[in-house]
Protein backbone atom coordinates (compact mmCIF):
# COMPACT_ATOMS: atom_id res chain seq x y z
CA UNK A 1 0.00 0.00 0.00
CA UNK A 2 1.35 3.33 -0.93
CA UNK A 3 0.19 6.58 0.60
CA UNK A 4 0.40 9.84 -1.83
CA UNK A 5 -0.14 13.17 0.35
CA UNK A 6 -0.06 16.71 -1.61
CA UNK A 7 0.85 20.02 -0.39
CA UNK A 8 0.94 23.40 -1.11
CA UNK A 9 -2.01 24.60 -3.15
CA UNK A 10 -3.59 27.87 -2.14
CA UNK A 11 -4.66 31.06 -3.47
CA UNK A 12 -2.35 33.10 -5.55
CA UNK A 13 -3.18 36.12 -8.28
CA UNK A 14 -2.90 35.66 -12.14
CA UNK A 15 0.39 36.17 -12.98
CA UNK A 16 1.80 34.48 -9.52
CA UNK A 17 3.00 30.81 -8.78
CA UNK A 18 2.56 28.15 -6.41
CA UNK A 19 4.90 24.66 -5.89
CA UNK A 20 2.92 21.74 -4.94
CA UNK A 21 4.84 19.03 -3.34
CA UNK A 22 3.61 14.95 -3.14
CA UNK A 23 5.39 12.70 -0.17
CA UNK A 24 5.11 8.99 -0.94
CA UNK A 25 4.86 6.76 2.01
CA UNK A 26 4.72 2.88 2.91
CA UNK A 27 5.40 0.23 0.13
CA UNK A 28 6.81 2.28 -2.48
CA UNK A 29 9.14 -0.26 -4.05
CA UNK A 30 8.45 -0.68 -7.58
CA UNK A 31 7.23 3.01 -8.28
CA UNK A 32 7.72 3.84 -11.55
CA UNK A 33 6.26 7.16 -13.40
CA UNK A 34 4.28 9.91 -11.44
CA UNK A 35 2.62 12.75 -12.40
CA UNK A 36 0.04 15.20 -11.31
CA UNK A 37 -3.75 15.58 -12.71
CA UNK A 38 -5.95 18.43 -11.75
CA UNK A 39 -10.07 18.54 -12.01
CA UNK A 40 -12.45 21.52 -11.82
CA UNK A 41 -15.79 21.55 -11.21
CA UNK A 42 -18.40 19.64 -13.87
CA UNK A 43 -14.86 18.59 -15.66
CA UNK A 44 -13.05 15.43 -16.64
CA UNK A 45 -9.99 14.85 -14.16
CA UNK A 46 -7.16 15.78 -16.87
CA UNK A 47 -3.29 14.68 -16.92
CA UNK A 48 -1.19 17.78 -16.79
CA UNK A 49 2.42 16.27 -16.07
CA UNK A 50 3.83 13.54 -16.32
CA UNK A 51 7.71 12.07 -14.77
CA UNK A 52 8.81 8.90 -15.88
CA UNK A 53 12.52 8.49 -18.19
CA UNK A 54 11.21 11.27 -19.42
CA UNK A 55 8.49 14.29 -18.57
CA UNK A 56 5.38 15.18 -20.48
CA UNK A 57 2.86 18.27 -19.88
CA UNK A 58 -0.66 19.33 -21.42
CA UNK A 59 -0.02 21.34 -23.99
CA UNK A 60 -1.94 23.86 -21.54
CA UNK A 61 0.61 23.96 -19.05
CA UNK A 62 3.51 23.66 -20.80
CA UNK A 63 6.43 26.20 -21.01
CA UNK A 64 4.91 27.66 -17.47
CA UNK A 65 5.02 24.14 -15.56
CA UNK A 66 7.79 22.47 -14.34
CA UNK A 67 7.46 18.66 -13.08
CA UNK A 68 10.38 17.18 -10.95
CA UNK A 69 11.48 14.57 -8.77
CA UNK A 70 13.59 13.31 -5.73
CA UNK A 71 13.68 9.71 -5.98
CA UNK A 72 15.56 9.14 -2.31
CA UNK A 73 12.92 10.97 -0.17
CA UNK A 74 9.95 9.52 -2.90
CA UNK A 75 8.72 13.08 -3.47
CA UNK A 76 7.49 14.53 -6.99
CA UNK A 77 6.97 18.75 -7.04
CA UNK A 78 5.27 20.54 -9.70
CA UNK A 79 6.71 24.20 -9.66
CA UNK A 80 3.92 26.73 -11.27
CA UNK A 81 4.55 29.88 -13.12
CA UNK A 82 3.01 32.08 -14.84
CA UNK A 83 -0.47 31.18 -13.29
CA UNK A 84 -3.93 31.81 -14.86
CA UNK A 85 -7.71 31.62 -13.58
CA UNK A 86 -8.36 28.40 -15.69
CA UNK A 87 -5.67 27.07 -13.86
CA UNK A 88 -8.23 27.10 -10.58
CA UNK A 89 -8.97 22.93 -9.70
CA UNK A 90 -8.04 20.69 -7.48
CA UNK A 91 -4.42 19.17 -8.12
CA UNK A 92 -3.98 15.12 -7.30
CA UNK A 93 -1.00 13.30 -7.19
CA UNK A 94 -0.80 9.81 -8.92
CA UNK A 95 2.07 7.05 -8.91
CA UNK A 96 1.77 3.98 -10.71
CA UNK A 97 3.35 0.83 -9.05
CA UNK A 98 4.55 -2.83 -10.62
CA UNK A 99 4.87 -5.42 -8.14
CA UNK A 100 5.13 -8.82 -9.80
CA UNK A 101 2.51 -9.10 -12.51
CA UNK A 102 0.15 -6.50 -11.27
CA UNK A 103 0.29 -2.94 -12.01
CA UNK A 104 -1.06 -0.25 -8.94
CA UNK A 105 -2.65 2.84 -9.30
CA UNK A 106 -2.67 5.61 -6.43
CA UNK A 107 -4.08 8.30 -5.57
CA UNK A 108 -3.91 11.41 -3.36
CA UNK A 109 -6.37 13.72 -1.66
CA UNK A 110 -5.72 16.69 -3.75
CA UNK A 111 -4.99 19.94 -3.24
CA UNK A 112 -6.49 23.07 -3.99
CA UNK A 113 -5.26 25.60 -6.26
CA UNK A 114 -7.23 28.72 -6.60
CA UNK A 115 -6.08 31.44 -9.21
CA UNK A 116 -7.72 34.89 -8.75
CA UNK A 117 -7.48 38.35 -8.46
Known amino acids: QVQLVESGGGLVQPGGSLRLSCAASGSTFGLYTMGWYRQAPGKQREMVALIGDSTSYAASVKGRFTISRDNDKNTVYLQMNSLKPEDTAVYYC?????????????WGQGTQVTVSS
Open 94 to 106: NAEQEVVTTTRIY
